[in-house]
């Protein structure tokens, strides 16, 4: 697959200050990181591998094929950046999954025969139930 160790050194991270409530301490302390991943210059991964992680996560990436993680869960910046290496892992071992193609089923031939029988039993069930003609 590739490498998860040689992977996070590729990873560049960035302290950012994080935003919502929190007195005075949010104002001065920057605990949440901004992880950033340029998927083009990656050497740990094959060129097949970089094909199928664009393909799945076009999406997020930006115009230069950068992949950017936020955290900013916890007040502890390196408990931020432990949960946001073990987000990008996540999604890039996901995005590399092969999902097998599936194969539809061809219904049973009893299965067919049955569905009929009942069919043609309720059908008769309520010819039964009508008032019968006048001859």
Known sequence: MFNAHNL??????????????????V?????????????????VLSHIQKQRIHHKLHHRLTK????????????????????VIKRFL????????????RIPTKTPKAVVRKRLNDKRRKSEIKQNRRKPKPD
């Open 27 to 43: 104002n001065k302390v920057s605990s949440k990181i901004e992880l950033s991943f340029n998927l083009k210059d990656s050497l």
């Open 8 to 25: 996070i050194q590729e990873l560049s991270f960035k302290a950012v200050r994080s935003s919502g409530s929190g007195g005075q301490h």
């Open 64 to 83: 230069n094929d950068v992949l950017i993680l936020q955290c900013g869960e916890s007040r502890s910046q390196h408990r931020n950046k432990d949960l």
């Open 90 to 101: 996540t999604i890039i071992r996901s995005c590399l999954v092969i999902t097998k193609k």
